[in-house]
């Protein structure tokens, strides 16, 4: 028996005890350290997700750990290896697999949406969802691996290149992460954010935040731009007014990136796109080059994952920090550590 935290139904968490066995064929058992909450989780805390979530459903899917027991046929990790794991499990017969682009999968299983996650003190997955960390890497940083991963895929969906103007709406983890991918591709960036305190954070990243309520942010970009416009905006939001903002600021053939779930339709002005001859690309997850660079950009620094952690807490106090998350603006990424890292290594 191991320890999971589970949804059970609209805003409702519990900490519950849940069969495990040893892992089968091509199976590793894992020892997570420490799994990240973030925006997808939410959603599902929300009851958002219910048509697609089986309850009870362990979540969690940001994470880092320690093999713990590697199954029959698996060559090369061993008990002690520090991992994180790229949460994909896909059908590799469907019309996207058979294009490459797996990690859209039709039939796409995200482990810890659509299969148990990795917020428990044992967790199985598949051994080639293993990525591997170094070993200099502290597995609280390594938590952050994963949204890095989203944020990578993101840039090169979007095309940022170097010298390019680029407005981030919405400030949040990802948000952020997106700002610093880009900022290292040589990108010009700008982060719109309500949030005073997320939009410090930023500052002190630095980069440049704008409040939305206190500036014109499509002003401002015209002033900044010498009233070209940016040439790239992604959507971190998730909300209505977002999605304006960053249509509005872009420049004639500019392109605005999707990066955050909208439970619902949105309007979004179609003229402005045939106006201006804007392209708009969603970005959904990740493929394994994306997971290698994110894990070089967190172990080199140019991510610095410390400072994104807000809290740490353990197994038995993520209910609330569900609640937390939800409350206020004035957090980034909480972690929930699931148990003893070290215990991997012992085992």
């Not at 044992?122 to 994963?146: C, I």
């Not at 989203?150 to 919405?170: C, P």
């Not at 954070?201 to 704008?210: D, F, K, S, T, V």
Request: hydrophobic fraction near 45%; charge should be negative; proline fraction near 6%.
């Amino acid at each position: 028996m191991t320890l999971a935290v589970r949804y059970t139904s609209a805003r409702t968490l519990d900490i519950a005890p849940i069969e495990t066995s040893a892992p089968g064929p091509g199976e590793v058992e894992l020892a997570p350290a420490y799994v990240g909450i973030c925006g997808t989780d939410l959603h599902i805390f929300h009851g958002d997700m219910d048509a697609r979530v089986s309850t009870p459903a362990v979540l969690g899917h940001e994470m880092s750990g320690r093999v713990v027991r590697v199954g029959p046929d698996v060559e090369g990790w061993r008990p002690g290896d520090a991992v994180t794991v790229m949460p994909l499990r896909w059908d590799d017969s469907c019309p996207a697999c058979r294009s490459g682009h797996q990690h859209i999968c039709q039939h796409l299983d995200f482990i810890g949406i659509d299969s148990p996650g990795a917020m428990q003190q044992r967790w199985t997955v598949p051994a080639a969802t293993l990525v591997r960390l170094p070993g200099s890497l502290p597995l609280d940083r390594a938590a952050l691996v994963e949204p890095t991963a989203v944020a990578v895929h993101d840039v090169g969906r979007a095309g940022v290149r170097d010298g390019e103007k680029m407005v981030v709406v919405g400030g949040g983890p990802v948000g952020v992460l997106i700002a610093l991918v880009a900022r290292a591709t040589g990108a010009d960036v700008r982060v719109v954010e309500l949030s005073a305190h997320r939009r410090l954070l930023a500052e002190e990243l630095g980069l440049i935040a704008w409040d939305p309520t206190d500036v014109d942010v499509p002003d401002l970009v015209r002033h900044w731009t010498g009233d070209a416009g940016a040439d790239v905006a992604f959507e971190v939001s998730g909300a209505a007014g977002g999605v304006d903002t960053a249509v509005e600021v872009l420049g004639v053939r500019g392109r605005l990136c999707l990066v955050a779930i909208h439970p619902k339709p949105r309007e979004i002005n179609l003229h402005r796109f045939f106006w201006r001859e804007l392209t708009l690309v969603g970005a959904r997850l990740y493929d394994r080059s994306d997971f290698e660079q994110a894990v070089s950009l967190v172990a080199d620094g140019t991510v610095p994952a410390e400072r994104l952690i807000s809290k740490v807490v353990s197994l038995a106090e993520a209910p609330s920090a569900f609640e937390a998350l939800e409350a206020t603006g004035d957090v980034m990424k909480i972690l929930v550590e699931c148990g003893d890292e070290q215990q991997g290594a012992r085992a």
